[in-house]
């Protein structure tokens, strides 16, 4: 357990060192493999003070089993990924900046970058307000996630997901550049997306990404509700 603790807390440093989260903003958690156990980052802690022992464990139900600290308000919203996608064993929630200038102007980031389609598997869509740390806020995630690798949340940020802690911070950087690319081409105008008929071409990588994702993890992958 003392590794997952570990993995977690040394993640949420990188995502702030990467400047994709500010001060106690953001969260990020892991899955212990095959148990209903997952680490998360506690509430309302600056990242840099965080010790190992303040990642706090709890069961598939939100209880805590070991920890002194309370867990992330977001707990809600990971349980839900988690319990649906058997595929995900890392997820991060940022602030980041681009990101979330396109959840605050509603508007889901489309498929300008190849790697999008290939490592997120499609357009970003956007999920619908509701308070941070609600139920409803887990619902709305997981309905707009589906079984890409990332989702917007409206008026609030974005999640990345991933089989690894290092698989859901690659995205949660990919999202955020495609972010800033939509931005600024949109101030000079136009913005291009990929051709469909090569998105056809990466699908069939992003579903060979999914099928390697199975075999890593040795559980069944994609949805489960």
Sequence with gaps: MENIRREVRLTSLEVLKKGLVQATAGNCSARVTNHNIIAITPNGMDYNDLKDEDIVLTDFSG?????????SIELPMHLAIYKCREDVSAIIHTHSVFASTMAVAGKQIPLVID????????????AQYALPGSGQLAENALKALSERNAVLLQNHGMVGVGRDSKSALFCCEIVEK????????SLLGKVETI?????????TWFEKNKENTKKHTNQEGGKRC
């Design 178 to 185: 495609a972010a800033m690319i939509t931005v600024f081409a």
């Design 195 to 203: 051709p469909s008929d090569a998105l056809e071409v990466e699908k």
């Design 115 to 126: 790697e999008l389609m290939v490592y997120v598997g499609g357009e970003i869509e956007l």
């Design 63 to 71: 209880t805590v089993f070991d920890g002194e600290r309370e867990p």
